[in-house]
């Protein structure tokens, strides 16, 4: 799947990651697809601008200030349940993916992450509109 073939131009994607060069290449890889990109980072924001944007789909960066990626979803499943949220982390044990699914979340990447593996995760998801 080329991401020059998807239009997502009618879904928003909340990415909340705390670090700017993860957010940057997050945003160039998703740009290609015409989806709207909102950044929070931190946790309570994540959960703020969910319930302002009503999101797609979330990425969420587990280690965050403030409150982490795991309790942001915790606490965003209660007002959405539905919406998907993809946990991105840099902690690929197998501990950790447990949590983050136990958490609320739909799927699990680890950091670096690949641009194909990203579009594959977000694509179980999302149509193409």
């Known amino acids: 799947m080329i991401t020059t073939d998807l239009n997502w131009s009618k879904k928003t994607i909340l990415i909340a990651e705390d670090e700017d060069s993860n957010y940057r290449y997050l945003e160039i ?14 946790g309570i924001e994540a959960i703020e601008l969910c319930k302002k944007h009503n999101p797609d789909l979330i990425l969420m960066d587990i280690k965050m200030p403030n409150l982490d990626g795991l309790e942001a979803t915790r606490e965003i499943k209660k007002i959405n349940p539905d919406v998907p949220v993809i946990a991105q982390t840099a902690f690929a044990m197998e501990h950790d993916k447990k949590m983050s699914l136990e958490s609320g979340c739909n799927s699990y990447l680890s950091k670096p992450i690949k641009a194909k593996n990203l579009i594959a995760a977000i694509s179980v998801f999302l149509e193409n509109d």
């Not at 890889?29 to 909102?38: C, D, F, G, Q, R």
């Open 29 to 42: 890889v998703l740009n290609k697809t015409k989806a709207s990109l909102i950044w929070a980072k931190d």
